[in-house]
């Protein structure tokens, strides 16, 4: 089991079960997420035996360096093997604002959104809470730069590993542990209704962003199978539960493709769908795959679509494109390396 997976709680428990005291769970989270060091003898404020007790149950190694590309942007994609030889992918993106990563949850996805690269190899097992946790620490060895915000929104759903998302929340959110704060942090989810609501109530200030790329079931389902189990006007109710449970705005991720979903016509009714909501729409430009028959849209097109929402008061922003020269999209790398 990797040390990362334990929240702080489950630390001093395990501690308190082999006889040591609570506060020894405070100078391990230090030496993990403070100094982030990689071996448990390194952690040389703790005595033998313990250290000991955590090399007999516990691993401090999660990822193996595979591949790593940088953008002339300097946005930086790795590809990491974990421990079971499986391959996940990481992306780096560099702000004004700073640092941002993306982190992966699931080995492949179930989704099976016609557009994404991640859908192409179906999901073989969740990631644990420490395997998403070591993506951030890695990814910061990597740069030398401390990572400010995090974007869960690679490759999976992560409601479809929703306990482990929250455990990795818990823990990066932490004071004591990664320290992001919540609002830095934000999740993407293509649409699981149940899920959204549960979120709702999970108390943490963390963002949600939902993965719409349509305003009907007809284009939707068409890009996304999972549409048909939860439909466009049951996304649209989950998401109006959750604003009235938390009253925090919600992100609306819309990727702009060519001939699909990028229209005058279906802009207004993306319109009538979120008109009086407290959302905001992303206008993402698609990142094009090989194996998808799908071509980004026109800019002049994408900037109508933005018009379009912007006169009709639908606050909305057009996403800067960033990593298109090294396939930065989700799954692209481990599919095109498997």
């Known amino acids: ?22 506060y020894r769970a405070d100078q391990i989270w230090n030496w993990l997420y403070k100094q982030k060091v990689t071996t448990f003898e390194a952690m040389n404020n703790l005595p033998d035996d313990l250290i000991g007790l955590l090399e007999q149950h516990f691993t401090i190694q999660a990822l193996e360096l595979v591949i790593k590309h940088v953008s002339q942007d300097g946005t930086v994609k790795c590809l990491y093997r974990v421990h079971d030889g499986h391959l996940i992918e990481s992306v780096l993106m560099k702000q004004h604002y700073g640092d941002s990563i993306c982190v992966t949850t699931q080995v492949g996805c179930n989704i099976g959104c016609s557009f994404c690269a991640s859908g192409l190899l179906k999901k073989k097992r969740d990631l644990t809470p420490g395997e998403v946790i070591a993506q951030v620490l890695e990814t910061e060895r990597l ?43 934000t999740v993407s989810t293509s649409g699981l209704v149940p899920q959204i609501k549960a979120y709702a109530h999970v108390g943490l200030q963390v963002n949600l962003a939902i993965s719409l790329h349509a305003p009907n079931d007809a284009i939707r389902s068409r890009l996304m199978k999972i549409n ?22 919600v992100t609306i991720e819309y990727i702009l493709i060519d001939g699909v979903n990028d229209t005058h016509e279906v802009a207004l009714e993306l319109v009538k769908k979120l008109k009086g909501l407290n959302v905001y729409v992303n206008l993402i430009p698609y990142n094009e795959v090989i194996e998808a028959p799908y071509r980004r849209s026109p ?25 298109h020269d090294i396939n930065a999209a989700c799954g692209q790398l481990r599919s095109q390396h498997l």
């Open 1 to 22: 089991m990797l040390i990362y997976d334990l929240t702080h709680e489950a630390l001093v428990s395990f501690l308190q079960t082999h006889q040591h005291k609570p």
């Open 143 to 185: 740069s030398g730069k401390r990572i400010a915000y995090v974007v869960v929104m690679g490759i999976g759903e992560p409601f479809d590993n929703f306990d482990g998302l929250l455990a990795f929340l818990h823990i990066i959110n932490h004071p004591k542990g990664l320290a992001i704060g919540a609002r830095h942090i």
């Open 299 to 323: 800019q002049a097109t994408m900037l109508a679509f933005y018009d379009t929402l912007k006169k009709h008061k639908i606050q909305v922003t057009l996403r800067k494109e960033q990593g």
């Open 228 to 249: 048909k189990v939860y439909p466009v006007d049951e996304v649209i109710g989950a998401i109006k539960y959750y604003l009235s449970v938390t009253k925090r705005r």
